[in-house]
């Protein structure tokens, strides 16, 4: 059951419980986290929950922590500190290797690298739902930042977003382009509120938006991946950009995605990012 709300009090270290937990499941998996990123962790968790967005998330990373160990452990795992987990435990590493990863710059992705969270459409609900990803730009990418769920032949919906050419593209369902427009920033957003209400953000901005109707089916068990796109068995189309942050989770509005980026944006600046 989800967590009462009296619990997510800062402890009295100071430290919120769901980035203590966090800390927890770090330390289990290996890995180990500094004090000034656990201050900056439980300083976001306390922004989410400050805003009221914290069912907003099936799963969220930071993308942070010592090592590349704790960089692959997501922050949240469910709409609620306590609930049912969505994913794996710990992003499953394709090729990363640990010069792949630093504090300050994130996981470099590129040919052959990708995390799997092991959470597919099927695992949570899929007609409405947002995707997002900070990304560390180089200036020299072609692709950045896809997190993705395809089928073979493209016969089933997706979620996507890509960075490519100067170009941001996200995707809602079978081959339904969101947007298609220049980018500079680093926050990319795109949300899906009913079958005619898709728009990006870039930024905590509106980008685009689109009303044309468009509609969702269920997917068998294809996992969004992170720096690269999932094809049926095959991942493909590798980013070879930086990436800090992703999350896959319920719609959001207007004002909702602005408080979600207020609070990436302080711990991006924390972390020196």
């Not at 949240?76 to 049912?84: I, Q």
């Not at 339904?176 to 509120?193: D, P, Y």
Request: with cysteine.
């Amino acid at each position: 059951m989800p967590m009462n709300a009296r619990l997510l009090r800062p402890l009295a270290s100071g430290v919120h419980p769901e980035a203590a937990a966090w800390r927890s499941a770090v330390v289990a998996n290996g890995g180990s986290v500094s004090a000034s990123t656990m201050k900056a962790v439980s300083t976001f968790c306390a922004a989410i929950d400050s805003a009221g967005i914290r069912d907003r998330f099936y799963r969220l990373s930071l993308v942070c922590g010592d090592n590349l160990t704790a960089a692959r452990v997501p922050l949240y795992r469910s709409t609620a500190f306590g609930g049912t987990p969505l994913g794996n435990a710990i992003d499953a590493n394709n090729s990363f290797s640990t010069g792949d990863y630093s504090i300050t710059g994130g996981i470099k992705c590129g040919t052959s690298r990708s995390l799997d969270t092991g959470l597919s459409p099927d695992s949570a609900a899929y007609a409405t739902g947002h995707v997002s990803v900070w990304i560390q730009r180089t200036g020299t990418s072609t692709r950045a930042g896809l997190v993705s769920t395809w089928n073979t032949g493209f016969a089933q919906p997706a979620l996507w977003i890509e960075y490519a050419s100067s170009t941001s593209l996200g995707w809602f369902s079978y081959y339904r382009e969101q947007a298609n427009q220049a980018v500079s920033g680093n926050h990319l957003l795109v949300t899906r509120r009913s079958t005619t209400d898709q728009a990006w953000y870039e930024d905590g901005s509106l980008g685009a938006a689109d009303t044309v109707s468009t509609t969702t089916t269920a997917t068998s068990s294809i996992p969004w991946h992170i720096g690269a796109r999932r094809v049926g068995t095959t991942i493909q189309a590798f980013s070879n950009e930086n990436i800090t942050h992703y999350s896959i989770g319920a719609s959001m509005t207007a004002s909702q995605i602005t408080a979600f980026y207020s609070a990436l944006q302080t711990f991006m600046t924390a972390l020196g990012r």
